[in-house]
């Protein structure tokens, strides 16, 4: 070929390459413009203002008041399940757009870490304490290479909602410490020893009667998904799956929200709850959970309470209609209240994706209610309005 000829191919295909940059520019600037929600999407792709997919799995949302700023962290999920990255956080005055702020805890590079690269970090929540103005978040940690059997709560702690939390230690909650609801005979095993055979009537039995409690009474219990809630009074919870996910445990924590005071109950014994999530409506509280199917969808759940460590009574599914068996096709993760509205509750949930994590998407539904029950409808789009209208 001539050089001449030559010459003229190369330019083509700068011309070509510059051209595809410029245009791919302009589709991306062009994108987010247009991307400027003024309503939810339940199940698409939701974009933070950078363009990216929301990446805050099994989140939680701490709203500041003095900024009117609402704050959103969820587990960055790269294809995997295990953490790579850390608790991401992003940040929003409408709910609907959200910027990206960072990494809220980062996972550590040392392999000696609690928090190392490849651990498992989920379903963070954050609160803050009046008393020491400090931003506590806890989260579901599992050791690096122990699948999940660790089952342990991580505590991590910060000056402001997004400057990197310093992670403190992780608990195995209430070592030493008898639950509340708890009979004197059930301090020791079952005649003849507590069963190891599972599902058997013994075994049920055995559960009921705090097999799985005295089993972990030195250690400390298991502590799977979670949330914390901070009651009207300051007292803050931290509820979790426990017992082999066999039952909720919730727990006070200290004055500064920084550890388990040792006062706590079995909630819904041999319910098989998990993803908790809590708020509170006219003086009653109402938790929604899901059932225990890995990252399968299954029936969500609902209960009610006169305290936070009341009797829950179950009230149901609170999903209706089509896809209510799966909730969906989502998982719940928590309850938020929207500002500056009466009564105005979005049910925030995950749909998981374990074929490839980054991909699970957001749905957030608003609380509806018939007889004194939250119900939940399918609703494509939405917006806040919604609650004015209702
Ligand atoms: C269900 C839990 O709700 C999730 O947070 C996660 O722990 C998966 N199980 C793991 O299978």
Redesign the pocket.
């Known amino acids: 070929m001539e050089k001449q000829n030559i010459l003229y191919i190369l330019i083509c295909f700068t011309l070509l390459f510059t051209s595809c940059k410029l245009s791919s520019g302009q589709e991306k600037k062009q994108t987010e413009e247009n991307k400027k929600y003024s309503a939810f999407h339940p199940g698409e792709i939701w974009r933070d203002m950078e363009g990216a997919h929301i990446n805050a799995h099994?989140g939680g949302i701490y709203y500041e008041d003095s900024t009117g700023t609402y704050y959103w962290y969820g587990e960055h999920k790269g294809k995997g399940?295990t953490a790579q990255v850390g608790i991401n956080v992003y940040s929003s005055t409408d709910l609907y757009n959200w910027k990206k702020e960072g990494v809220a805890l980062a996972v550590e590079k040392n392999h000696d870490s609690e928090i190392t690269t490849g651990s498992?970090m989920?379903?963070p929540k954050v609160i803050y304490n009046e008393k020491t103005e400090k931003y506590i978040m806890w989260f579901?940690l599992e050791l690096k290479g122990q699948g999940?059997s660790a089952a342990r709560t991580g505590l991590a702690v910060s000056d402001t909602p997004t400057s990197p939390f310093k992670y403190i230690r992780s608990y195995r909650p209430n070592a030493g410490e008898w639950p509340l609801n708890y009979k004197e005979e059930w301090k020791e095993s079952l005649d003849g020893g507590d069963p190891e055979e599972w599902w058997t009537p013994k075994w049920h039995k055995a559960l009921n009667e705090g097999m799985f409690v005295r089993r972990d009474f030195q250690e400390g219990q298991m502590a799977?998904?979670m949330t914390v809630y901070v009651d009207k009074d300051g007292t803050a919870y931290h509820i979790h799956s426990s017992e082999e996910n066999q039952t909720l445990h919730i727990s006070e924590l200290t004055d500064d929200y920084l550890n388990f005071t040792g006062k706590w109950k079995r909630v819904q014994v041999g319910g098989q709850n998990?993803?908790p999530a809590i708020f509170e409506k006219e003086g009653k509280y109402y938790m929604i959970t899901?059932g225990?199917t890995?990252?399968d969808p299954n029936p969500a759940r609902s209960f009610v309470a006169d305290s936070i460590m009341g009797k829950w009574t179950a009230l149901g599914n609170p999903a209706k209609g089509e896809d209510a068996d799966k909730t969906f096709y989502s998982?719940s993760t928590f309850i938020l209240p929207a500002q500056g509205k009466e009564d105005a509750f979005i049910f925030m949930a995950d749909r998981?994706n374990p074929d490839n994590h980054i991909d699970g998407r957001y749905i957030w539904l608003p609380i509806e209610w018939e007889n004194g029950k939250p119900v939940i409808r399918w609703k494509s789009e939405w917006d806040l309005s919604f609650f004015e209208d209702n």
């Open positions: 099994g399940s498992v989920e379903r579901h999940y799977r998904d998990e993803a899901s225990l890995g990252w998982q998981w």
